[in-house]
Structures are given as C-alpha cells and as structure tokens.
C-alpha cells in the first residue's frame, strides 16, 4: 500500500528575504541535497534519507524528500514546507524522526502537526527550546490506529565538532525527550540532536528508556546542483 504523508505547516509571510528570515541553523540554499544513512542498534545499515532544497523566499524552504531501505528500495517521497518567522525556521516534528515512521511502510498514515518545532537563529548553551507536537493517524485496513508525538524538555547542552562522511562540522548539539502517545500504549524515547549551520541535523541518536540505542543518523553526503 502506497505510503502518504500529509503536513499542515502554519507560517507568517513577512517582507524580509529568505536568508534573513530563516534560522542559520537549517539548509535554505536552492539546489542543496543532504543525504543520510541511517543505523539501526546493532551499527547496521537500515535506510538512506534525500532531502532536496527545491526554492526558499521569505516565507519558508520548500524541500523534497526520499527514503530509500537498506537494500536501495524506494520507501516513500514526498514535499515539505518548512515556515520561516523571526530568522526562526519551524519544521514539522515528523519532518525528523523518518527512522521512526519508516516502519509504517505498508500503512497509509496522516501527519498533523500541531506544534511545530523550532530552531532559532541564536542558541547558546543552557538554552532551552519551545517543545513540538503531532499526532498520527494509521490506517491498517481492519484498524485504524492514533497517537501523538510529543518532543519536550529540548536543550541546548553543548557544542561539538563531529567528523562524517561529509566533513567535519561545528555543532550545537540539543536533547530532549521524544514521546508517543497512544490509547493502548505509550513509549519514550531520550534524543540527542546535532546541527550545524547552512545545514541543520548532522547526527541524531535516539536511545530507548533503558538507555540502549535504538538507530542513529549520520549525514553521509552534502551537495549543491
């Protein structure tokens, strides 16, 4: 079954242009393609994320998006429109947790999003983040499941430099809490997040309860077309 994804994105058009209205922390560049392999808990290969920067004015950045498994099979693709406000680029909190969804490959699934996650233009270390919110409806035929996501307590713990397949970059790296909510069961999950500027997530971690990692994204490849 055909995966789709659909994001409702709120953003405030004012007059000033993309590169100024966006935050630093994000990729805003037209014709920028960031590749990610992602690894599940045991360092194995499990998916590749494209994200391709279409266009960027002064509303927001309109990217593309592909998934592809392990073996080079295309998962799902799609658009996302990320709204920028304030030199502040708010994103929907789905829009980074793909390792999460790709599960749901052979379900229908809607995104709404109901607060969007920001990255400001100006972080310092100690400074916490407002949290973000979606909820997700999945459709298996004879069962439809809901529940929400939630990403809360997120704080700018550090800075770092991390070395990858694409360079070695200067980030700000952020944790908090990723849970999800359902009717019959909930899970959380402790997230660390790594950005660095013109680019935004350079790595990501995502641990269970037990403190065990459960996948981990590093950024493979970046170029500009």
Known sequence: MKTFITLIV??????????????K???SKPGRKLIHKVYDKRERHSMTTEYNVESANSS???MNFNLWDKRGEHITGGKLELGCDNRTTYLAPESIMTDLLSQYEDMEYTVTTTDRLAIPNNLEIGQTLPDA?????????????????VLS????VRREQIETPAGTFDC???TYNNEMRGRVASRNYQCTDWIAEDIGMVKQETYKENGRLMSRSLLNEVTDY
């Open 25 to 27: 922390y994000y990729a």
């Open 60 to 62: 927001g950045i309109q």
């Open 133 to 149: 919110s979606a909820s997700i409806s999945l459709n298996a035929q004879i069962l439809e499941i809901n529940f929400d996501i």
């Open 172 to 174: 700000y790296v952020i």
């Open 153 to 156: 307590n997120r704080e700018v």
């Open 10 to 23: 709120l953003c405030i058009i004012t007059p000033t242009l993309a590169q100024n209205n966006c935050s």
